[in-house]
């Protein structure tokens, strides 16, 4: 595999249940990325991790907890969901968090919370 | 506020044709890096384009160049000889420090044969 790869690619919850979404980087990448993509407003940045550390928290609710176990996975588990969390969720990496480091992205979660 | 608008949802084009997409920005700050993603509908996020602001010459790569206006906050994206494969939701976005993407809400391109 190459590149950033998540899955699952689609998810169906109850917002009872509890769930995690995995993403994968195959670029030797520093820094990973959870960003949000709701229908009709632009993409939203969640969580910043560079070298397994949260470096940013962008007012995220704590239904949603980051985790970082290396510089190469990266999950969002999710419990209690509400239904406008139903979004696509994407993953990126880049080489590190700085300024000039350009971010390549997964092919995203779609999930669906009912 | 860091900002980013993209003022044209939906735009057309006829397959071989230029096009080009708007994008303004506002910020404070004097260095920092501008890119354009594409979005084709399975939804994979794709690196188009990237400039520097602290390079005067535009971007190009192949069919796609930038025109960066600095003074403006103005960074338009012309694609030229459109391709039906360049049928995609266009984000433009702007790079802060600490690797903060922040996105403009997006130009939905149709490519027409």
């Known amino acids: 595999e190459t590149g950033v790869t998540q899955t699952p690619r689609h998810l169906v919850m109850g917002m009872t249940n509890k769930k995690s979404l995995k993403c994968e980087q195959h670029?030797?990448?520093?820094?990973m990325y959870w960003y949000k993509q709701s229908a009709k407003k632009p993409l939203e940045l969640m969580f910043v991790?560079?070298?397994?550390?949260?470096?940013e928290n962008n007012s995220v609710p704590s239904r949603f907890s980051p985790e970082c176990p290396n510089s190469s996975h990266l999950f969002l588990h999710l419990h209690t969901l509400q239904p406008e969390d139903s979004a696509l969720y994407l993953c990126?990496?880049?080489?590190?968090?700085?300024?000039?480091?350009?971010?390549?992205f997964g092919p995203g979660t779609r999930l669906l919370v009912l | 506020a860091q900002t980013v608008t993209q003022s044209q949802p939906e735009m057309s084009v006829q397959e071989a044709e230029t096009v080009t997409l708007s994008c303004t920005y506002d910020?404070?700050?004097?260095?920092?890096?501008l890119f354009w993603y594409k979005q084709p509908p399975s939804r994979q996020m794709i690196l188009v384009i990237r400039?520097?602001?602290?390079?005067?010459q535009n971007a190009t790569e192949n069919r796609f160049s930038v025109n960066f206006q600095k003074a403006a906050k103005s960074f338009s994206l012309k694609i030229s000889d459109s391709q039906l494969g360049d049928t995609a939701m266009y984000f433009c976005?702007?790079?802060?420090?600490?690797?903060?993407?922040?996105f403009g809400q997006g130009t939905e391109l149709s490519v027409k044969p």
């Open positions: 976005a702007f790079l802060l420090e600490g690797g903060k993407l922040i």
């Open positions: 991790y560079s070298l397994e550390e949260r470096v």
């Open positions: 910020t404070s700050e004097n260095n920092y890096y």
């Open positions: 670029l030797g990448h520093n820094a």
């Open positions: 990126a990496s880049s080489q590190g968090p700085g300024q000039q480091e350009t971010q390549y």
């Open positions: 400039q520097e602001a602290y390079k005067q």
